[in-house]
């Protein structure tokens, strides 16, 4: 069934590096966009990231220039490279698959279609 | 950035009633808006997309409309399992913006 699988997560000092994994099965990776949504203890969701599957990338202000997302699709894995980590970075981090919807207006809209279980990344000294 | 704002922050019903949740998007976003259940401990579960499309295997007790800046999220007849946070998504623009969620509770 179509499945994605985080890994990664753990406990980091302020100011370091970690990666995230998100391991893809049930379905064609190298066809889909996929991003990270993260949610900070008993807070609510905040899109993080998004790859498109020709590499072009976006990321929201708070991560900018710290995250990096890349994709291996030859392993149908998704990455999240997080360096200069804060406190503020804590949360559940979620790989998503974006799946785009035809609309009747001509243009496709897009939605988190599949959620991964999240993994866990606390920041703290 | 795209400010997304729903209504209430919690709402209290019984099995059966008819719950609507609001979302307000800061400028317009066409129908380009989702909407995601989440129960405790879980990832979230796309409901809604294009504002008013349910999603494959989603009951169709659950309901989206609206376009430009005004949205709503109807449950009618609110089943046990619906017991759950509620969020919208706006995908017009990047970066994509979710609102701060709707708790429904057991009254």
């Known amino acids: 069934q179509v499945q994605l699988v985080e890994s990664g997560g753990g406990l980091v000092k302020p100011g370091g590096s970690l990666r995230l994994s998100c391991a893809a099965s049930g379905f064609t990776f190298s066809d889909y966009y996929m991003g990270w949504v993260r949610q900070a203890p008993g807070k609510g969701l905040e899109w993080i990231s998004h790859m498109s599957n020709t590499d072009t990338k976006y990321y929201a202000d708070s991560v900018k220039g710290r995250f990096t997302i890349s994709r291996e699709n030859a392993k149908n894995s998704l990455y999240l490279q997080m360096n200069s980590l804060r406190a503020e970075d804590t949360a559940i981090y979620y790989c998503v698959r974006v799946e785009y919807y035809y609309h009747r207006s001509g243009y496709y809209v897009d939605a988190f279609d599949i959620w991964g279980q999240g993994t866990m990344l606390t920041v703290s000294s | ?107």
């Open chain 2, 1 to 107: 950035d795209i400010q997304m704002t729903q209504s209430p922050s919690s709402v209290s019903a019984s099995v059966g009633d008819r719950v609507t949740i609001t979302c307000r998007a800061s400028q317009h976003i066409s129908s380009w808006l989702a909407w995601y259940q989440q129960k405790p401990g879980k990832a979230p579960k796309l409901l809604i997309y294009a504002a008013s499309s349910l999603q494959s295997g989603v009951p169709s007790r659950f309901s989206g409309s609206g376009s430009g800046t005004d949205f709503t999220l109807t449950i009618t007849g609110l089943q046990p399992e619906d017991f759950a946070s509620y969020y919208c998504q706006q995908a017009h623009t990047f970066p994509r913006t979710f609102g701060q969620g709707t708790k429904v509770e057991i009254k």
